[in-house]
């Protein structure tokens, strides 16, 4: 997939922006942009004229961003659950396997 998309990080994720640079996509803050403790419906439009993709904790902002007909991910804490829970268990079974091998 090419990476045209590009990224508007909320602030709870602003600290991400090295990482998601580093796998090739390109990243705006909220801070950078100037929207910092702006309501979420600023943020939302800003993201909607500039065709940005948004990337929340903010369940709210996703909410709007979806009746505004703007793309957005919502890091919720079942995803990030899913994801410590997958990580556990790849280790638990690389470990297991070096102990059969």
């Not at 600290?15 to 702006?38: D, H, K, P």
């Not at 909607?48 to 948004?54: A, E, F, S, V, Y």
């Amino acid at each position: 997939m090419g990476r045209k998309v590009r990224l508007l990080l909320d602030e709870m994720y602003t600290g991400f922006r090295e990482y998601l640079e580093s796998l090739g996509w390109q990243v705006l803050t909220v801070e950078e942009a100037g929207l910092r403790g702006q309501e979420d419906r600023k943020v939302v439009d800003f993201a909607r004229r500039r065709g940005l993709l948004i990337v929340t904790q903010d369940a709210k902002m996703a909410d709007l961003a979806a009746l505004r007909g703007v793309k957005c991910v919502l890091v919720s804490n079942l995803m990030i659950a899913k994801l410590i829970d997958a990580e556990i268990r790849r280790r638990l079974s690389v470990a297991d396997k070096r102990r059969t091998t």
